[in-house]
């Protein structure tokens, strides 16, 4: 490549590691082909492992760091398995080992992100990952229906029309460097990922979203492949899109990358049970918003509608070249 590509990704769940396997480094390097790779990883889960550990330490939950550190360890296949394990019996059932070691590990070192620094050491990662913020964060939804809830877990779980979602408090800070790092950044990636609940977490810690808002990095929204039932039931694209404005400002996406393969039949009657749909791809909507609509074949194998990490690279790498001038 004629230079370093500086790319940032933010988001939680299984779409952000989805991203940072398909821009992994080769082995042995920080950088892959020149792109120099940061995640910015939201920290408002409180469901399941990560939940019960935020309940009973008081710690920040670990889940989503953990799947991000893991996707972008360069470490022994026996270890990321390990951390990826998680116990089928007794007071341990349900906690990936990982999580407790991140835990353990904040409580050793007396702070989130020196244990999570220390972490990039552990699993030897090719990149950096970063916490959204260190102070502890509920989300919160507000329903269209006129009420609320708080925690991530419930909001999910709801079923209910969402009007918006906010952080509380809503003054957390975030850390110094993610916000550096988008500063810098030539390409800044949104999602694929929960809109409500994995995306826009991280652009409601304000700094964040005003480094988004301020950045001179090509930003583009890799859309979800389907809906998701209790969050983004019957979204098209641009309205994907239009929440993110809503809640941050128009300035935070210049394009949008959607998958064009369509679902198999198998696909779509799993996912029409669960009430769920492919996203529908609406590009004249999306052009008025003023974005680039960016189409490739991104849908992996399988039974889910999951991208396809080889795809989504191919495809991410293509963009760098043709529009940040990288070859």
Same mark, same amino acid.
């Given at each position: 490549?004629?230079?370093?590509?500086?790319?940032? !990704? %933010?988001?939680?769940?299984?779409?952000?590691?989805?991203?940072?396997?398909? #821009?992994?480094?080769?082995?042995? #390097?920080?950088?892959?082909?020149? =792109?120099?790779?940061? !995640?910015?990883?939201?920290?408002?889960?409180?469901?399941?492992?990560?939940?019960?550990?935020?309940?009973?330490?008081?710690?920040?939950?670990?889940?989503?760091?953990?799947? =991000?550190?893991?996707?972008?360890?360069?470490?022994?296949?026996?270890?990321?398995?390990?951390?990826?394990?998680?116990?089928?019996?007794?007071?341990?059932?349900?906690?990936?080992?990982?999580?407790?070691?991140?835990?353990? #590990?904040?409580?050793?070192?007396?702070?989130?992100? +020196?244990?999570?620094?220390?972490?990039?050491? @552990?699993? !030897?990662?090719?990149?950096?990952?970063?916490?959204?913020?260190?102070?502890?964060?509920?989300?919160?939804?507000?329903?269209?229906?006129?009420?609320?809830?708080?925690?991530?877990?419930? @909001?999910?779980? *709801?079923?209910?029309?969402? +009007?918006?979602?906010?952080?509380?408090?809503?003054? &957390?800070?975030?850390?110094?460097?993610? &916000?550096?790092?988008?500063?810098?950044?030539?390409?800044?990636?949104?999602?694929?990922?929960?809109?409500?609940?994995?995306?826009?977490?991280?652009?409601?810690?304000?700094?964040?979203?005003?480094?988004?808002?301020?950045?001179?990095?090509?930003?583009?929204?890799? =859309?979800?492949? *389907?809906?998701?039932?209790?969050?983004?039931?019957?979204?098209?694209?641009?309205?994907?899109?239009?929440?993110?404005?809503?809640?941050?400002?128009?300035?935070?996406? /210049?394009?949008?990358? =959607?998958?064009?393969?369509?679902?198999?039949?198998?696909? +779509?009657?799993?996912?029409?049970?669960?009430?769920?749909?492919?996203?529908?791809? /609406?590009?004249?909507?999306?052009?008025?918003?003023?974005?680039?609509?960016?189409? *490739?074949?991104?849908?992996?194998?399988?039974? %889910?509608?999951?991208?396809?990490?080889?795809?989504?690279?191919?495809?991410?790498?293509?963009?760098?070249?043709?529009?940040?001038?990288? *070859?």
């Amino acid at each position: 490549m004629k230079k370093t590509c500086r790319v940032v !990704a %933010l988001g939680g769940g299984t779409g952000l590691p989805a991203v940072l396997q398909a #821009l992994k480094p080769a082995k042995g #390097l920080r950088e892959a082909n020149g =792109c120099e790779l940061s !995640a910015i990883v939201t920290v408002t889960d409180d469901g399941g492992s990560s939940g019960r550990l935020r309940k009973q330490l008081g710690t920040l939950p670990p889940g989503d760091l953990r799947n =991000c550190l893991v996707a972008l360890s360069d470490a022994p296949e026996v270890l990321r398995r390990l951390f990826q394990h998680r116990f089928k019996h007794g007071g341990l059932k349900g906690h990936a080992v990982g999580n407790l070691f991140i835990a353990a #590990l904040a409580e050793v070192t007396g702070d989130f992100a +020196r244990a999570t620094r220390h972490m990039h050491e @552990i699993l !030897a990662i090719r990149g950096t990952i970063y916490p959204s913020t260190l102070e502890s964060v509920q989300l919160v939804a507000h329903f269209k229906d006129g009420g609320s809830i708080r925690g991530e877990a419930a @909001i999910t779980a *709801a079923h209910r029309r969402i +009007r918006k979602i906010s952080l509380d408090p809503d003054d &957390c800070r975030a850390i110094p460097e993610a &916000c550096e790092a988008l500063k810098k950044a030539d390409l800044v990636l949104l999602g694929p990922g929960s809109l409500y609940t994995s995306v826009l977490p991280n652009l409601l810690v304000r700094q964040l979203g005003e480094a988004l808002r301020r950045s001179r990095a090509l930003r583009i929204y890799v =859309c979800n492949i *389907a809906t998701q039932p209790g969050e983004t039931d019957g979204y098209s694209a641009s309205k994907h899109v239009r929440v993110l404005f809503d809640h941050v400002g128009p300035w935070v996406c /210049d394009a949008v990358l =959607c998958n064009t393969r369509p679902l198999s039949a198998a696909q +779509r009657e799993a996912y029409r049970s669960q009430g769920a749909v492919p996203v529908t791809v /609406d590009g004249k909507r999306l052009k008025a918003l003023g974005l680039m609509v960016l189409g *490739a074949d991104l849908l992996a194998a399988g039974p %889910l509608a999951r991208h396809d990490p080889k795809k989504l690279r191919a495809a991410l790498y293509g963009l760098m070249e043709s529009h940040l001038e990288i *070859a």
